[in-house]
């Protein structure tokens, strides 16, 4: 004798978007204080008070799961818009004056699910093309020399130093005010231009 779930009149379904979001700030969690090995689907489901099936039914497994945890909320590779290889110092340090703490937060957290999970196969493969995708790819190709990569690599590494120390480290100089900002702008161009062409 089969039994179906009645739902009674005015008690709707649970929405698909807010469960979406629910699985979504579950697994960001989890992958925040632990790896990628050692997260498994029935905790997200458990923390987020969903059935494990939903997980692959919105995100096809734990893979795309990391992923989209990876992606949710990140604005389009910072390399999208038209630059000139000469323009790019400039660019930088602008972005890392005018960043805001919230932002900066976010990228954090996202840096330190990647560096939790780095080691594991799946998420190393998946957290190397999204960086390749949005960051090195694009920066190369702006670059467009025979030492690109190596360059675009360089720059990187000097922007999640910079990352590392004014989120995770809290080690920030910048106290907002115009001539300071404007003396750091002027600081992080000549860093970046020096990344670039040693």
């Known amino acids: 004798m089969s039994r179906t779930t009645i739902v009674p009149p005015g008690i709707k379904k ?18 925040l204080r632990e790896s990628y090995a050692s997260v498994g689907l029935r905790d997200i489901a458990g923390d ?8 692959s039914r919105y995100f096809g497994g734990k893979e795309g799961l990391f992923r989209d945890v990876l992606l949710h909320g990140k604005e389009g590779g910072l390399f999208r818009q038209p630059l000139s290889a000469t323009e790019i110092p400039a660019y ?4 890392v004056v005018d960043d805001a703490d919230e932002n900066r937060q976010h ?14 196969p799946q998420a190393g493969e998946i957290i190397r093309d999204l960086v390749h995708h949005d960051i090195l790819g694009p920066l190369a190709e702006i670059l467009g020399d025979e030492n690109a990569e ?17 989120t995770i480290m809290k ?20 860093l970046f231009e020096a990344a670039l062409t040693c």
């Open 14 to 31: 649970r929405d698909a978007i807010a469960t979406r979001a629910s699985i979504l700030s579950a697994a960001r969690d989890r992958f």
């Open 48 to 55: 987020a008070g969903v059935d494990v099936a939903l997980i």
């Open 92 to 95: 930088l340090a602008q972005l």
């Open 107 to 120: 990228r954090m957290e996202m840096f330190i699910v990647m560096l939790r999970s780095a080691s594991s």
């Open 150 to 166: 190596l360059r675009a690599n360089m720059l990187l590494a000097v922007l999640m130093g910079i990352g590392v120390l004014r």
């Open 171 to 190: 080690i920030d100089a910048l106290d907002g005010s115009p001539r300071q900002r404007a003396e750091c702008e002027y600081r992080f161009r000549c």
